[in-house]
């Protein structure tokens, strides 16, 4: 993992995540999911391009069951970015690069992305 990414837990989650000053885009994973291994080195590469901007973590499903249940997650990977404590903007499943960081980008301007959520 990527120095830029931290390990969530759920007894971490909420001095990490939502009492962050920045915002946070929490990767849910588990180390046997394909697709959340595909996404991860994407993941890694945003973090170093957001560096200051955004805090970056993963929360592994299978050891931290309460946090993903407290979202609602039923499917990894799921990533949700959170900004001031609350969930700014969600995808779900492997997504690219560009559509990553265009949502990213969309929360750190001031609202959540447009689109819908991504399921694939």
């Known amino acids: 993992m990527a120095e830029q990414v931290i390990e969530v837990t759920d007894m971490s989650f909420e001095k990490e995540v939502l ?10 994973w588990a180390p046997w999911c394909g697709p959340c291994r595909a996404i991860g080195p994407i993941v890694e590469q945003l973090a170093g391009s957001f560096q200051g901007k955004v805090k970056f973590a993963k929360c592994n499903v299978d050891e931290n069951p309460a ?11 799921t990533l949700i970015l959170f900004k001031d404590g609350q969930v700014a903007d ?8 560009a559509q990553l960081e265009e949502t990213v980008n969309k929360v750190l301007a001031g609202g ?3 689109r819908p959520f991504v399921v694939t």
């Open 19 to 28: 009492k962050s000053d920045t915002p946070v885009l929490v990767d849910f």
């Open 67 to 77: 946090t993903p249940t407290r979202y609602g997650i039923r499917a990894i990977p």
């Open 112 to 114: 959540a992305s447009s």
């Open 90 to 97: 969600q995808v779900t499943g492997v997504v690219g690069k």
